[in-house]
Structures are given as structure tokens and as C-alpha cells.
């Protein structure tokens, strides 16, 4: 019977061959959770025994690690803002750099004492149950053109506590606020795919063949969604909105030319941590 110690030192060179960016802790991570402990537990028992069903167990999330399954979906759920958030395939997995829009839309949001914020492109609902919780006063509507990644908002709203401050729509960006009449809102904030055709095979395998690629690809140019947003949004807000953008790298020069075009007003760019600008806040063209 092979101790932790052996599981590991097999499984980490196997996940080095196979391209994964962190074996150690990928390994470490999934032993942990097959035997219900954490990594520091790992580490201090390094000649435990797992039993029979636990090694199975492991050697069946290793195999599907070295096909380059992400891990949060091995995992079954992913951090975000310091709260675990259930993750399916379904959606795309929490990413760190997006903690710094919702940290910035939350500091506005406070000040402005923000009561109706849209989350646009739901997915996992990290963002829209993270507002809720961080803006208990709020309603937040999320929407999402998935019924099957609304479902994993509604799980994870349902596991926060705050289902009944969140709205569910299904359609296509700002058309089920439209028709429920939710409008004006004080903000909508929008991780909206940003992919563009020409850049998705050189993705990651781990986005690129196992992320849904609805949540993903944006046309040439990976700005197809987000020029409809911004041109669609202004009748929607509230007089001096917010509106909270993520964009990928590389086009947040050309979101904030279109932004200025199109008459709002530019608050703030924050880069991400790699120091790549990553979110827009701008606030909504007045009404002459």
C-alpha cells in the first residue's frame, strides 16, 4: 500500500511531463481533497496510508489533471474574495485579477450607496453573490445567457445566504433587464467574454478545451460583446452610473477610446497583477 509520500512522489513528475504550470501543489491540492484534509495535513503525514478507495479515488482526478482538466473542476469549487464558490464546466473558474474590479465597484458602491447593480455574464455568480455580501443593503440582478450557468449562481447564492437579494435572468446581455424593467440600475458590471477568434488556439488547454467557450470567445477582435454593452447600457443606468468592465490584454487602450467616443466619462483603469490594464469604471454619458 503506497504511503502519501509515494503517491506524490510519483504523481508530481507526471504532472511536470504532462505541462501543468504547479504539479507540487496541484498533487498536494487533490490528495488533500480525496482524504478530506487540507495541505498541511498532507505534509506533516507524509507516511500515512491512504486506503484502497481513497488511492483510486486520487489516481482517477490524476489522470484526468494530466489531460489538463483544471483543477477547480476536479475540485468541485474555487475561491473567490476569500469564499469558496461552487465551479461546474459550466462556467468559466473565478480568476483572481477579477477581485480587483469587484473591490473597486464595491469601494464606488459604498460611497455612492449604491441600491440596483446588474451583473452581466454571470457565470459562477462569484461576482454577483461577492456584491451582495460585500453590499448587504443592495439588489443585484445577474444575468447570463446560460440557463445552466445560472444555475450555478443560484447554487452558489443559495450556499451564501443571499438568493433572496439576487435575480435571476436568462438572455442576452442587457435584454432581460430591459424587459423585466429593472432599469435605472446605479451600476452594471460586466467580465464579459473577450477572446478573440484569432487568439483562442493559443490558449491554454485548460481554457481553451475544457472552459465554455461561450464564455469566451467574442468575435474578431474579441470586442463584439463588450461594443454592444457599451452602447446599449446608458439608457439602463442611473443619472452618473457606473459601468465595470474586464477586458483582456492588450484592448483596454481601444475599449477606452470607444468609451470616450461614445460620450462617457473615464474613471478609473486598474491593472491587474502582472500590471496589465485589465478593468475600465467609466460612468454614463449625461442626458442633454
Given at each position: 500500500m503506497p504511503t502519501i509520500h509515494k503517491l506524490l512522489t510519483e504523481a508530481i513528475p507526471e504532472l511536470e511531463a504532462a505541462g501543468v504550470a504547479t504539479p507540487r501543489l496541484d498533487a498536494e491540492v487533490l490528495l488533500a481533497h480525496v482524504l478530506g484534509k487540507d495541505r498541511g495535513w498532507v505534509w506533516v503525514h507524509p507516511e500515512a496510508v491512504p486506503s484502497v478507495e481513497d488511492e483510486e479515488r486520487f489516481r482517477a482526478l490524476l489522470a484526468r489533471r494530466l489531460k489538463r482538466e483544471p483543477l477547480a473542476y476536479l475540485l468541485g469549487e474555487w475561491e473567490f474574495y476569500g469564499r469558496p464558490f461552487f465551479v461546474t464546466p459550466d462556467v468559466l473558474v473565478p480568476r483572481p485579477e477579477t477581485e480587483l474590479l469587484v473591490e473597486a465597484v464595491v469601494a464606488w458602491a459604498r460611497e455612492r450607496r449604491a441600491a440596483e447593480l446588474a451583473d452581466i455574464g454571470a457565470g459562477s455568480g462569484a461576482i454577483a453573490v461577492t456584491l451582495a455580501l460585500e453590499l448587504p443593503d443592495a439588489q443585484i440582478v445577474a444575468m447570463d445567457l446560460s440557463p445552466h450557468a445560472l444555475a450555478v449562481t443560484q447554487r452558489n447564492a443559495e450556499r451564501h445566504g443571499v438568493l433572496d437579494r439576487l435575480t435571476l435572468l436568462e438572455g442576452d446581455l442587457l435584454e432581460p433587464i430591459r424587459q423585466a424593467e429593472r432599469a435605472p440600475?446605479?451600476?452594471?458590471?460586466?467580465?464579459?467574454?473577450?477572446?478573440?477568434?484569432?487568439?483562442?488556439?493559443?490558449?491554454?488547454?485548460?481554457?481553451?478545451?475544457?472552459?465554455?467557450?461561450?464564455?469566451?470567445?467574442?468575435?474578431?477582435?474579441?470586442?463584439?460583446?463588450?461594443?454592444?454593452?457599451?452602447?446599449?447600457?446608458?439608457?439602463?443606468?442611473?443619472?452618473?452610473?457606473?459601468?465595470?468592465?474586464?477586458?483582456?490584454?492588450?484592448?483596454?487602450?481601444?475599449?477606452?477610446?470607444?468609451?470616450?467616443?461614445?460620450?462617457?466619462?473615464?474613471?478609473?483603469?486598474?491593472?491587474?497583477?502582472?500590471?496589465?490594464?485589465?478593468?475600465?469604471?467609466?460612468?454614463?454619458?449625461?442626458?442633454?
Open positions: 440600475l446605479d451600476a452594471i458590471i460586466a467580465n464579459l467574454p473577450y477572446i478573440a477568434e484569432e487568439e483562442y488556439p493559443t490558449l491554454m488547454p485548460e481554457v481553451r478545451e475544457h472552459e465554455p467557450l461561450l464564455a469566451l470567445r467574442a468575435g474578431e477582435g474579441g470586442l463584439a460583446l463588450i461594443r454592444r454593452l457599451i452602447a446599449d447600457a446608458p439608457p439602463l443606468l442611473a443619472s452618473a452610473g457606473l459601468l465595470a468592465l474586464e477586458v483582456g490584454m492588450g484592448q483596454a487602450e481601444r475599449v477606452v477610446s470607444l468609451l470616450k467616443e461614445t460620450g462617457w466619462r473615464l474613471l478609473r483603469v486598474i491593472e491587474d497583477y502582472g500590471g496589465i490594464p485589465r478593468h475600465i469604471l467609466a460612468i454614463a454619458p449625461r442626458e442633454d
